[in-house]
């Protein structure tokens, strides 16, 4: 029999967001955050999570958007259990539906008309992906069956007219993205999160909407540290504050 898993009590948002995840493998970061405070939902609207995990990015953006409505699709069991107990910890109730499933192979419960999809793919291709110690953080960082295309053709499948469509990759696969979401989206902005002034981002969040007419935009982006390691006073306005990050203001 295997031995019960060592979970860790852990906040985002200064505590406003409660989230259970394990000692060991895949583990809660800052991209979640950023992701869920880039995605412009209002009251009222309906979002999809693809790959939602432990549910941080759906909770996080459900702490800031009263009356919002998430589903969040994961293909690993067991953090769909993880994600039930966020829910159910954060009392997020009816805000938040978690639905085991695969993107090459949806559940019948998916809509087919949502305001918002947000997602935060595996971001290194199979081909070019160190070993990775456990199965859980293989999955959340390793490309598998369902390789970028296959994430942007189900978000953009499952999005209205005019939807938003927001991912956070890594910053070397901004132009990838940006091309797969110019077949189906446009008024595209890319906004890279760089580690300080100076330094190459190593993340970009790119938004898009379905349908819109055809532009990019790229953005100057904002910087996480002070010179001191500190993070800065925009980069806490997410964080800690739980602020949106309007990416059409950069």
């Known amino acids: 029999m295997k031995p019960a898993p060592e979970w860790s009590e852990d906040t985002l948002l200064d505590g406003r967001v409660k989230l259970t995840q394990a000692r060991r493998g895949y583990r809660v970061a800052m991209d979640p955050v950023f992701l869920a405070a880039a995605v412009p939902a209002q009251p009222g609207e309906r979002v999809l999570d693809i790959g939602t995990g432990s549910a941080a990015a759906s909770l996080c953006l459900i702490q800031r958007v009263a009356g ?59 081909a070019k992906a160190s070993p990775v110690a456990t199965s859980e953080r293989a999955t959340a960082h390793v490309e598998g069956e369902a390789r970028l295309g296959d994430w942007v053709r189900f978000a953009l499948r499952l999005a209205k007219p005019l939807a938003t469509l927001t991912f956070l990759h890594r910053f070397d696969r901004r132009d990838e993205l940006l091309a797969l979401l110019s077949e189906g989206a446009g008024a595209l902005k890319a906004f890279p999160l760089l580690p300080m002034t100076g330094k190459p981002a190593k993340r970009v969040l790119v938004q898009g909407r379905k349908g819109a007419a055809a532009s990019v935009t790229l953005c100057r982006g904002l910087c996480l ?19 949106a990050l309007p990416l059409d203001l950069a």
């Open 68 to 126: 919002v409505a998430v589903d969040g699709l994961e293909i690993q069991e067991p953090l769909c259990r993880l994600a039930e107990r966020n829910r159910h910890l954060n009392g997020a109730g009816d805000c938040l539906r978690i639905l085991p499933g695969d993107l090459l192979a949806p559940p019948a419960a998916l809509e087919r008309a949502y305001d918002h999809v947000m997602a935060n793919p595996p971001h290194l291709e199979a």
């Open 225 to 243: 540290h002070a010179a001191g390691g500190a993070y800065t006073e925009e980069a806490q306005a997410v964080l800690r504050a739980g602020k």
